[in-house]
Each structure stands twice: as structure tokens, then as C-alpha cells.
């Protein structure tokens, strides 16, 4: 039997005032979205309104689309925006009695500064208008647009024409349609917050980026607050798991409601989905069909104030040009945005921007960089990257290949970690890079080839060098490495280490050194050498403090030699013994105690003739070693012996 597939979509209106779009709405699902007193008192939308739609596709698939009603005034827009954030598809409207009118052109704008890719025309009022006259207007506006071969479909809510052609076409676009992503990085921009006795704080919004269940822990941003989700809804109906593209209601009772708590425009998402950031790298973009005449077609001057509408926040900002030029209507630039308050941005987001007073909408944009930094926006590395991801900022390739040469070293679980890509998608493009040379992915570092290899080069030419200054010594410390390499990652440096470790080099302690590299005394320190065997031998068991054996950069790299060698033995700070006295000592602290029973310091420094300086550093030697054992004040025999 034929499994029917249910898909699930959001489509939002959009469209001048008064062309009834709420009315459409209503015709369609039944559910008059108009919510507020207000909204029926003055026969306007003014904030969003919400229904549901069950279409059948042409092949038998279900739709279970999600509504979302905005407001047409000017005064509303930045709630329209809010509204259309997260959608597959618009419902343009446009009533056949009046045309093409302010907002359907404001309307439009925002969708394509959105990236909405498809839309479909709804004529309504086609009992009043001249239907022909209008759709040749429509036609016209919309033939320099991404949407000039959308359907026009005249509808009446009054006769009820149009409506099951206007469902049917519906259906059949959203049959053509991608079924929302899952990338396992779920993010529902927050567009209602309510709290209801007895249940608690209420959030909606559209989830997007992946699926969410009930009792999952979540967190609020930009806050940064913690709650778990004792609930979930779509359309009343309760669910175990949300996914992506179901308009969504969850039960947070952690939380209050306001600025305290959550609002419109948080975020719910996963712990792992990265922090909000106040500066964010962006391609700005102008439409050409603004107005000259309009003050939205004024130039936008570097340094400008401006409102910043991200999902469903906004945010106050300035923009900085890469340039420093203003930007016209129909051009594109290169920008960074300096909010007020941070935002959870993806790589590829998109954004509208209004003027200060939020009278026009002035541009539109794509996020490039959401981690950026003031201090290096216009320098030669950002400058690359942000050119070359301008490019393409949907391209996964490309945003892989760029973020690797910015950054040098990624670590592979961070990589592109707030981008539209799953983490499933970026190995593969990691291991095909891998495959083609153009990238080291070692040690969960990626980096490209061409820096690693530097770095192993530098890396090895230090060693080298160090055998070659001090051939006593056992292997160059890492310490030094890393600092002569300029390394500040400990896992880059880590990973370099297990690099070089895998041929021809090896760790030894706290040093590293090639395989080849045998330690030997240069002749000239061969009487120093002497001189300390000597100064440890006249009092074997209570040797000279090790600060009178080595005084100077010398002695100290002469007992370097010894101890990496084996033949002396650092038993603390500032004591050390001959091997062949250490293991006397040891032999005969072994035998003492089997002999008289659990002995304190003071016993057995005096049956070795040896010291508290020297005793009690040895002994806790001997205890970590397993060979003694520290029972109150006294040693035992360890379990090795």
C-alpha cells in the first residue's frame, strides 16, 4: 500500500491594508486570525494572526500548513516583518478594486530582502474590480522581480469564488517545495509569549533548523536562560516531538514573561547552538525598486543608525561599510552591523533594515561572519573571507574553504557550528577536501594543508636545531616549542605533537625528540660531568642540594643529561640521587621496615644516615612508586613490594 507522506509548511500574507488578507485567511481555514479587540474594533490587522490549513497535494501528499497573518498599515510593518521571518511560501494579496498600492511594494520588498523563493497572487475583491486591467498591473510590477512567473489567482470571499483554486494552487506549490531542513540545530524564533493559569509561560513561534521534544532542555536567547520544556503543541494538538517547519507552542514554566524571562523575539535552541554576539559581518543589498522620490531611496551613509529586524527581533545598530562609501538604491555592499543588543545569527540568515525612526524599510542583507570582530573587520584576512563568501553564502564549499582560511586552526566540532549546514554535510565536504589534498583534518583540527605543513616544518626545524645546540639533551621541552612556535592553542599544539609523533619523532615526558636522536656529552662539559658524580658520590645518601650542584647553565645541563639518561633520579625539588644510590636507598628502607615494622622519617633517615631534606621527598617518591605506604606518621610496604 502507498505510505501517504505529511509535510509540514508556513505560509504568511502579505499585502497593502484593507485588501483583505485576514478575510482570505478566514475563507480558507475557517479561523478569523484577527486576535486583539483592537484588531475587530478598527477592522485592521494589527499584529499576527494565526490558522491552520490541511491541503492535499497533487500526488496525495498532505500538507499541514501553518498560517501566519501580518498586518498591511505602515504603522504595523515591523510586526509584518516578524511574521515572515520563517516561511516557505507568501500569499501576496492585492484587491482587485484598488491595484498595486504602498504596501504591496513595501510588502514585496521585504519578501525578497527575506529570500522568500516563492509566492502566489491572490486577487481578491474580484467581484469589484476590474480583474483583467489589475492582473496586467500585477504582471508589469512583478516582471523585474524573482517572482514574475507566479500565479495570479482572483478569489471572493464574498461569492466564494476562487477559493478552491486558490487551495489547489496552494497545494501545488507546496508540492514543488523542499520539505523544511532538519540539521540537528533547532531554533524557534519566539513570536507570542504568554502565561496561562494554572499551565504557566506559553512561547510560539516557527521552529526551524531541526526537531525538539517534550522535556528537552533548552535555552532562552540573547539571555541565556535556562528551562526545560514541560510540553508541546502544534495547532492544539499535543506532541511528543516539534519539527521543523510546524508552527509550535511550547510550555516553559522555568520562565516568567518579559524582559526578565522571554519575549518576542528570543530564541529557543540547544545549549550547543552557540552564543548571541552584538557585531556581525553582513552583505548589505538595495532594491532598485525604490522610489526616488521616497525617502527610503536616500543614500545609506557609513556610520548610520539604523533598525535591524532578525527573525523576530529588532535591534538598533550601526553600520560600518567595508568601504566606508554610502550605499544607493540597487547596489550592494559589504558592511558590519554593530547591535545594541546581540543576536543569535546563522551563516546565510537574512535581515531587513529600516531607518532609525522605523518609517521605511531601507535594505535588506545576508549574515557572512556571526562571531565577527570590530577590531579585524577591515584587515587583509577578513577582507578575503568576507569577499569570498559574499560570493556564494549559501554554498557550503565555499563557506567551508573560507572559514578554514580564516580561521588556520578549527576545531572540527566548532566548525561552522552556526551555519545552515548539518554537522553530516560539512564532514562530507571536510573528507572530500581531505581526499583532494587540500586540507589535514588531524586530531579533530582542521587547517588547511599548506599551513600544516608549515607549522610541522617549523615544528621540526626547532627540534633539529635544539639536538643540534644541546646534544645532552633528551629532546626539546614542549613548553619551548610551543612558545617559539606561537601557538596559543593547547589542541593545535596537541595535535601537532600526536603529528609528529605518528613518524619519525617521539614523546619523551615533557619533551619531544626524533626517533634517531641519541643524548651525548659534548667533551667540553665531560669534567662537569665528573665534578657532579662526584659531588653525589662523597655522601651517597645525603647528596649536596641540587641548587650547589648545578650553579651554573652548565652544571644545569649536565644533570639535564643525567636525569633524561636515567642515571640520576629527581626525587623532589631540590634533591637528587645517583641511580645506584637510589636503589640502595630503596633496598634498604624495604628491608628496615620488613625487618622492624611500620618506621617514621626520623627512623629511617637515621638507620640510612641521611637527612630530612633528602628522606622525606624520597619516601613520597616511594609512596606514588607503590614501594611505601603512609599510615599516620609511619611507612608500610606498598602492595608492589
Not at 545552515?420 to 565536504?429: A, L, R, T
Amino acid at each position: 500500500m502507498h505510505q501517504v507522506t505529511t509535510r509540514h509548511f508556513i505560509i504568511a500574507t502579505a499585502g497593502h491594508v484593507d485588501h483583505g488578507k485576514s478575510a482570505l485567511v478566514k475563507g480558507l481555514t475557517g479561523t478569523d486570525p484577527d486576535r486583539l479587540p483592537e484588531e475587530k474594533a478598527r477592522g485592521i490587522t494589527i499584529d499576527l494572526g494565526f490558522a491552520k490549513l490541511n491541503l492535499t497535494g497533487p500526488n496525495g501528499e498532505q500538507f499541514h500548513v501553518g498560517i501566519v497573518d501580518v498586518p498591511g498599515h505602515e504603522d504595523f510593518v515591523r510586526n509584518m516583518i516578524a511574521g515572515v521571518g520563517s516561511i516557505d511560501l507568501a500569499l501576496l494579496v492585492l484587491a482587485a478594486d484598488d491595484g498595486w498600492m504602498p504596501q504591496t511594494e513595501e510588502h514585496l520588498q521585504i519578501l525578497t530582502y527575506l529570500g522568500i523563493q516563492r509566492i502566489i497572487v491572490a486577487l481578491t475583491k474580484c467581484d469589484l474590480g476590474k480583474i483583467d486591467v489589475v492582473t496586467a498591473q500585477i504582471r508589469a510590477e512583478l516582471e523585474r522581480t524573482p517572482f514574475k512567473d507566479s500565479q495570479i489567482i482572483p478569489t471572493s470571499v464574498r461569492t466564494g469564488e476562487g477559493i478552491t483554486n486558490l487551495k489547489s494552487s496552494l497545494a501545488k506549490e507546496l508540492a514543488g517545495l523542499r520539505p523544511p531542513r532538519d540539521i540537528g540545530k533547532p531554533r524557534l524564533f519566539v513570536d507570542r509569549a504568554f502565561a496561562l493559569h494554572g499551565i504557566g509561560t506559553v512561547v510560539t513561534g516557527t521552529l526551524s533548523g531541526g526537531s525538539i521534544r517534550r522535556d528537552q532542555d533548552v535555552v532562552v536567547q540573547p539571555r541565556n536562560l535556562s528551562a526545560r520544556i514541560r510540553s508541546i503543541q502544534n495547532h492544539g494538538r499535543d506532541l511528543e516531538i516539534a519539527q521543523p517547519g510546524m508552527r509550535t507552542a511550547m510550555n516553559l514554566p522555568d520562565l516568567s514573561v518579559g524582559e526578565n524571562g522571554t519575549q518576542r523575539g528570543d530564541v529557543i535552541t540547544l545549549r550547543e547552538g552557540g552564543s548571541p554576539q552584538a557585531t556581525i559581518d553582513v552583505l548589505i543589498e538595495r532594491s532598485p525598486r525604490v522610489n526616488r522620490n521616497s525617502p527610503a531611496a536616500r543614500p545609506i551613509k557609513n556610520g548610520s543608525s539604523v533598525q535591524v529586524h532578525f527573525g523576530t527581533s529588532r535591534a538598533a545598530a550601526k553600520i560600518t561599510f567595508l568601504d566606508g562609501s554610502p550605499l544607493a538604491a540597487g547596489q550592494s555592499a559589504i558592511a558590519q552591523l554593530r547591535l545594541e543588543s546581540p543576536i543569535l545569527a546563522f551563516v546565510g540568515d537574512r535581515f531587513v533594515l529600516r531607518d532609525s525612526s522605523e518609517q521605511n524599510t531601507i535594505a535588506g542583507g545576508t549574515v557572512l561572519d556571526p562571531e565577527a570582530d570590530r577590531a579585524s573587520f577591515r584587515s587583509n584576512a577578513q577582507v578575503r573571507f568576507l569577499r569570498a563568501r559574499a560570493t556564494a553564502p549559501h554554498d557550503i564549499d565555499v563557506c567551508v574553504r573560507s572559514e578554514i582560511a580564516l580561521r588556520e586552526f578549527v576545531l572540527r566540532k566548532a566548525l561552522l557550528n552556526k551555519s545552515p549546514f548539518s554537522d553530516g554535510e560539512i564532514s562530507e565536504v571536510l573528507a572530500r577536501l581531505q581526499r583532494a589534498g587540500e586540507i589535514v583534518l588531524c586530531s579533530e583540527i582542521v587547517t588547511d594543508r599548506k599551513t600544516w605543513q608549515q607549522l610541522r616544518e617549523r615544528a621540526s626545524s626547532l627540534i633539529d636545531e635544539a639536538h643540534k645546540c644541546n646534544p645532552e639533551r633528551a629532546g626539546l621541552d614542549l613548553n619551548e616549542l610551543r612558545s617559539a612556535l606561537r601557538v596559543q592553542e593547547a589542541n593545535v599544539f596537541e595535535a601537532l605533537i600526536a603529528d609528529l609523533c605518528v613518524k619519525d619523532f617521539i614523546r619523551k615526558g615533557s619533551a619531544i625528540a626524533r626517533i634517531s636522536h641519541r643524548p651525548v656529552l659534548p667533551a667540553d662539559l665531560e669534567p662537569v660531568e665528573r665534578k657532579i658524580r662526584e659531588s653525589l658520590s662523597h655522601k651517597p645518601f645525603d647528596p649536596p642540594p641540587r641548587r650547589e650542584i648545578e650553579p651554573d647553565r652548565r652544571a644545569q645541563h649536565v644533570l639535564r643529561f643525567l636525569i633524561d639518561s636515567g642515571e640520576v633520579i629527581e626525587v623532589g625539588p631540590d634533591a637528587v640521587l645517583l641511580r645506584d644510590n637510589f636503589e640502595h636507598m630503596k633496598a634498604r628502607i624495604t628491608e628496615f621496615i620488613s625487618k622492624h615494622g611500620p618506621a617514621t622519617v626520623s627512623e629511617l633517615r637515621q638507620a640510612l644516615e641521611s637527612s630530612r631534606r633528602i628522606m622525606v621527598p624520597l619516601l613520597e617518591r616511594l609512596d606514588r612508586d607503590g614501594v611505601t605506604r603512609r599510615v599516620e606518621d609511619k611507612r608500610i610496604l606498598g602492595r608492589i613490594i
